[in-house]
């Protein structure tokens, strides 16, 4: 509970922290997204330009011709004057110094013979010199009237400009509307945004391509929202300071022709016939050149990516909520992964398939829409999400294998610890019933040894004993849950699934025995008192888990289960045997051992009785006793207790079989085959 807490804060500061990039737009962040989203926009989409768009540029085939610009303004106005079957001529281009009077007013008059046009103005922030009155007063006929009209609390808000740098009057007056063409870079530098208007001298004034389609629509620029104006059918949406974010075409796409095949004829008029015309220079040193998430462009080309996309209905509409829904779905799908999933690698995948199906679903969605949304604060917060969760899961995890390996590497094999790790939700604090199978073992008269020896001596020969005994369990899957005194208690199947547990535990007690019989030839060369012990084991449904606090715990076993093995144990006192087995672990065991039925047994505090069997070494010798013995004990069953007698005795003097001896002294003494009651423990 306390890691999946830790997981849901971090979540949530990397979405706030996300969040506040995203609207502060810091400017590293930003230009990063910019970018990211710009394979969105524009690189892994195609679309048609619009066809009734055409740029003449005065290029270097037509510096070549007529020299340096700036030109001749008559040269000029000869070219413009072949565009009269455009619908508009839009100039990018300023002409704001006079020459002669002449030259001035026949640009004017060629202006002033098209169907119409719309003369450039560059707004600055700074200038030395300001635009005069009868200059102001030509300009305020272009202005957006309405829409300022419309605007409150400064929504939509658009950029303002103290300064002014516009055509002389003369030439103003042959344009049928004036724009601005003054645009600014994003924070990387790139141009990739569209100012529809600009604030001068307290004044709204549309951009040249805005203008150009007022007058072609004969509409005027009305407000939806703050965030969206509308012009005719058409909507169009704006960021914070009234840019439209352009959806660029490829480079190849875009119709420019050259200014000298306009003046020489090759190109003729009908060509532009109901085309709007951008009027431009592209020739370096005296045109201005664009760099734009497609590579560097004519600056002009900014009004022909607007006007087409207004055009044929392909104008970006941008959709922040889904962008912060996003952002913060992927700032808690690292969280939601940890739930579900214990592999990092499934979780680290599971994070990412998701947002790359987002990331497809959002390409088709612009694709088919032009709805953008920005998928790069939604990456970065799935990132970002991904290091600190995993990274703190990490460490959690090294803590939690630490605790492990401290609290189990002394009781469970290596690979069952491995398994425990990958899997330590067995421990919850709490427990679940599960069927194990149990094993208690205790040396015989470890009193009078203990009395024989010193406390170092004792300590010694126990480490000894255990050492073996402790591995013949691990070794065999058991977890070993604890030493009492001299006794060993272990079970199988729990923290970790052992198939086939009860056979697990059985060999294990076998190897304990003949390990236990290697020690016993060391300590009789050392002429140390050997050690003889005896083996209960059961198998039942027990209640297995963490007893104890959240910071102090021991995991082990409770049940009725466990008060069984441990009686059985000490039944093996009574039968002189070296292992018992109940009933319950015969029948789970599926490799072939060899063990035959003792007696049927009513521990202390059980109502039913409980059928005993030994486990035997699997050798030769055995197996005669056992077959013998199986004979003898159906004879005893079946109250023929002469042949049972005879058989029983038989195993006495040719074998010294112990338990044979014990049901001799029984028949001895009249008892017949039955129940036997344990009045202790």
């Not at 990274?391 to 590497?409: P, T």
């Not at 070296?578 to 490799?591: A, P």
Request: with cysteine; charged share 25%; proline share 3%.
């Amino acid at each position: 509970m306390k890691k999946q807490l830790l997981y849901f804060l971090l979540s949530l500061f990397v979405f706030l922290f996300v969040m506040f990039l995203n609207i502060s737009k810091t400017e590293t962040f930003e230009s990063f997204s910019l970018k990211f989203n710009d394979i969105i926009d524009f690189r892994l989409t195609k679309k048609e330009i619009s066809k009734d768009v055409v740029f003449v540029a005065v290029d270097e085939p037509s510096v070549n011709r007529f020299g340096r610009w700036p030109w001749d303004r008559e040269i000029l106005a000869k070219g413009i004057s072949k565009l009269n079957q455009a619908d508009v001529v839009m100039m990018d281009m300023i002409f704001s110094e006079p020459t002669s009077e002449q030259k001035d007013e026949a640009l004017s008059e060629a202006l002033s013979s098209l169907n119409a046009s719309v003369c450039g103005f560059f707004l600055r922030k700074t200038a030395t010199q300001d635009v005069t009155e009868e200059e102001i007063d030509i300009l305020s006929d272009s202005t957006l009237d309405m829409l300022q009209s419309q605007i409150k609390n400064n929504k939509p808000t658009f950029i303002k400009a103290d300064f002014a740098e516009v055509n002389i009057p003369v030439v103003m007056s042959g344009c049928t509307l004036n724009g601005t063409f003054t645009t600014r870079p994003s924070k990387d530098h790139l141009y990739r945004e569209y100012p529809v208007a600009v604030y001068f001298k307290d004044m709204l004034f549309p951009s040249l391509a805005l203008q150009a389609l007022r007058i072609k629509l004969n509409k005027d620029i009305e407000k939806v929202s703050d965030n969206s104006v509308k012009l005719g059918n058409r909507e169009i949406f704006l960021n914070d300071e009234g840019f439209v974010r352009l959806n660029f075409y490829n480079k190849e796409d875009y119709r420019i022709v050259s200014f000298l095949d306009l003046y020489d004829g090759k190109i003729k008029p009908e060509f532009f016939k109901n085309k709007f015309v951008i009027l431009g220079i592209t020739e370096v040193g005296a045109g201005d050149i664009a760099p734009t998430p497609i590579g560097n462009i004519p600056g002009p080309l900014l009004h022909y990516t607007f006007l087409s996309n207004f055009l044929n209905n392909q104008l970006i509409k941008e959709n922040k909520t889904v962008s912060y829904i996003f952002v913060f779905v992927f700032a808690f799908l690292p969280f939601l992964a940890t739930l579900v999933l214990n592999s990092v690698v499934r979780r680290v995948l599971l994070n990412l398939i998701v947002y790359i199906v987002s990331y497809i679903a959002v390409l088709y969605i612009f694709q088919t829409t032009y709805i953008y949304i920005d998928m790069f604060y939604p990456l970065l917060s799935l990132i970002l999400s991904m290091i600190a969760i995993e990274v703190s899961a990490f460490n959690i995890q090294q803590k939690d294998e630490k605790f492990l390996k401290d609290a189990f590497g002394a009781y469970l094999s290596k690979d069952l610890l491995n398994e425990l790790i990958h899997n330590p939700n067995s421990l919850k604090l709490g427990g679940e019933k599960k069927e194990l199978s149990i094993l208690f073992s205790d040396i015989r008269s470890f009193t009078t040894l203990s009395e024989s020896m010193s406390p170092e001596e004792l300590i010694k020969l126990l480490n000894r004993y255990f050492t073996p005994m402790t591995n013949a369990v691990l070794e065999n899957k058991g977890m070993l849950d604890k030493y009492i005194g001299d006794a060993i208690m272990a079970f199988w199947n729990a923290p970790v699934d052992v198939a086939n547990h009860a056979d697990a535990a059985c060999k294990s007690a076998l190897l304990m025995i003949e390990r236990l019989n290697i020690l016993n030839k060391e300590l009789t060369k050392e002429k140390i008192p050997n050690i003889h012990i005896g083996i209960g084991i059961n198998t039942d449904e027990v209640v297995v888990g963490n007893m104890g606090s959240d910071t102090r715990f021991n995991y082990t076993i409770i049940g009725d289960g466990v008060n069984l093995a441990s009686r059985v144990e000490g039944l093996t006192k009574q039968y002189g045997v070296e292992i018992l087995i109940t009933e319950f672990t015969v029948k789970r065991l599926k490799d072939d051992f060899l063990y035959r039925k003792v007696e049927l047994v009513k521990v202390k505090g059980k109502e039913k009785a409980v059928l005993m069997y030994q486990l035997l070494e699997n050798s030769q010798k055995n197996k005669e006793i056992v077959e013998i013995y199986n004979e003898a004990l159906k004879f005893y069953i079946d109250d023929d207790i002469i042949n049972a007698k005879k058989l029983f005795k038989k195993l006495v003097d040719e074998y010294d079989d112990p338990v044979s001896k014990y049901h001799l002294n029984n028949i001895s003494n009249g008892h017949k085959w039955g129940v036997h009651k344990m009045t202790t423990k």
